[in-house]
């Protein structure tokens, strides 16, 4: 960093500096680069010792924002992230414009307290020399200095630095302004619902407006995140991230909305919380610092496994989770990574992991819930079994013969669901059975479905199915004495009684998931066992709050 070139008085110089430095000012002054070749520096101090005492003010007249013919007024809200004064183009703006200009351009990114403290203005030619200088000279009057000998910057109260960055800064959303409303997006999910379900549909046609957001809005990924400050219900920003390092934002200005991708702004940090219970489950989170949103998610991971009406006191519950960090602030918690809930005496264990579009909370050291019953054991969601598997007097023949599936009566229209994942085998009329649809699935195994009234329009043989999909609906064709879907259940062509044949299992997770599982189970679980050591030295805790940087 360079120091002030000439000091006459070196307290004077300090506070300089410390003026400087407290709006991140560019105390090494401004370098002037003509022709890429010689580099003659301004020095701050310098330039304004020199000139005629002025009355002090720091701040800029609006007009200088607009001077430069087309050009348009400098979006505070953009340049706040660009981390350099871009270089200008000589010649087409006048020298006093990219002077005063990048001085804004500096007071703005001063606030947002984020600046190079030495900034570069590069020139084309050596005739703009002389005018630079005077430029200079007045820009920086006009930004800093009161009189020649006592360098001291007038420096702003904290209630008026929107007065020091100009007019345009004042509708700079902040931060600490307004609320934070979270939404993880799921599959499924239309750009209406999430904008409904974070109360902001009517502002949805306003954002679409501009064409980049539109874009962006368009291709909204599952598992992404939505975080929405609203203030008296406006969206003021909206940031939209797939967790990766670019998330878009998207501010409020002058009436419209802008979005843009930025990188590194928005951080997700690890926190960890532990608690013991001595008060019911929810009040005892909230004391300890757990979000609403977050004990509901523990009260969800754990359901199999803790009784949350009958907690022991004594039962003790640690957490780790994400925030999310902007600006410096905590805006939102969300996604418990693991959690522990010692209960009773028993330690449940969880860890967050997704595969497939789908997050998971599974035990870290468990295989056998890894795998899941590959069927549904009914293809209706609901109807009743209106004749079993099994010999039987045929209803409308009259003789015993094997009935080979079961029968489940529901009203004509009833969705009938494929009852595991498989490929269409047959899609037709098929003799007693009328419209027929047959699955081919794992192991030998096929499904068929019976007397339905219509297929699932567009579906073909060969088309894949999944377990829950609708493939038709409940009618009477065939061999039917009233509305019913006749199920059944045949391995290497045999028929088995699909209320209780055997279901088989499938693993949840592909063997590379299964990897990544077990490494992720594996750091996930230290880190609570870290956090158990936390809360055993920490024996007055009802809570304790830790903070670490994290992925
Ligand atoms: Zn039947």
Do not use: C
């Not at 087309?70 to 660009?82: C, D, G, L």
């Not at 539109?214 to 400050?229: T, W, Y």
């Not at 007397?451 to 493939?471: C, E, F, Q, T, W």
Request: glycine share 8%; net charge positive.
């Amino acid at each position: 960093m360079n120091k002030p070139s000439r000091s006459s008085n070196s307290n004077n110089s300090k506070k300089w500096n410390q003026a400087m430095e407290r709006y991140n000012l560019p105390t090494g002054g401004i370098e002037v680069i003509i022709e890429g070749r010689s580099s003659s520096k301004l020095d701050t101090v310098n330039a304004v010792t020199h000139s005629k005492p002025k009355k002090p003010t720091l701040s800029i007249p609006p007009d200088n924002l607009t001077k430069a013919g087309s050009a348009k007024p400098v979006n505070p809200v953009r340049k706040a992230y660009t981390p350099h004064i871009p270089a200008q183009k000589p010649k087409a703006k006048p020298i006093r414009y990219l002077v005063s200009r990048s001085l804004i351009l500096v007071g703005t990114l001063a606030l947002i307290g984020n600046i190079p403290v030495h900034s570069k203005i590069n020139l084309q030619t050596q005739d703009d020399t002389i005018a630079l200088t005077a430029a200079v000279e007045e820009a920086l009057n006009q930004a800093t200095i009161a009189n020649s000998d006592v360098v001291e910057l007038q420096l702003p109260d904290e209630n008026e630095t929107e007065v020091f960055a100009g007019h345009e800064v004042e509708t700079l959303p902040t931060v600490t302004k307004g609320r934070w409303n979270l939404y993880q997006v799921e599959s499924g999910d239309t750009v209406e619902s999430i904008f409904a379900a974070l109360k902001l549909k009517q502002t949805l046609d306003k954002l679409i407006a501009d064409q980049d957001i539109a874009k962006v809005l368009n291709d909204i990924k599952p598992s992404a995140k939505f975080l929405a400050q609203t203030v008296d219900g406006k969206l003021q920003q909206l940031i939209y991230t797939t967790g990766k390092k670019d998330s878009y934002f998207i501010t409020y200005h002058n009436e419209q909305y802008t979005g843009q991708w930025q990188s590194g702004l928005l951080e997700a940090r690890r926190s960890q919380i532990h608690f013991t219970i001595s008060k019911p489950f929810h009040t005892e989170a909230k004391i300890a610092g757990l979000t609403s949103s977050l004990s509901r998610q523990i009260t969800k991971i754990f359901k199999k496994d803790v009784n949350f009406r009958r907690l022991a006191i004594g039962d003790e519950v640690r957490v780790i989770f994400e925030d999310y960090i902007y600006q410096g602030e905590r805006i939102a918690s969300d996604n418990v990574l693991a959690a522990e809930f010692d209960h009773r005496g028993t330690l449940y264990q969880r860890v967050r992991f997704s595969a497939s579009d789908t997050t998971r909370y599974l035990r870290p050291d468990a295989d056998l819930e890894l795998k899941q019953v590959a069927f549904n054991r009914y293809p209706l969601k609901s109807g009743r079994i209106s004749s079993g598997f099994g010999m039987r007097r045929h209803p409308v023949f009259g003789s015993r013969r094997l009935h080979s599936g079961t029968d489940f009566a529901a009203p004509r229209g009833t969705p009938i669901y494929a009852t595991g994942n498989g490929k269409v085998r047959f899609i037709g009329r098929k003799g007693g059975y009328g419209k027929t649809i047959e699955l081919r699935h794992m192991d030998g195994i096929t499904t068929l479905y019976g007397h339905m009234s219509r297929y699932k329009a567009g579906l073909n043989p060969g088309d894949k199915v999944k377990r829950g999909d609708i493939i038709g609906y409940v009618g009477s064709t065939g061999t039917s004495t009233g509305n019913h879907v006749h199920y059944e259940f045949r391995i290497a062509g045999k028929p088995h009684n699909p209320m209780k044949v055997a279901l088989p299992t499938t693993g949840i997770l592909s063997p590379k998931e299964m990897r990544q599982f077990r490494q992720q189970a594996k750091k996930l679980k230290n880190e609570l066992e870290a956090l158990r050591e936390t809360a055993k030295n920490n024996p007055h805790r009802l809570s304790s709050r830790q903070n670490q940087f994290g992925g």
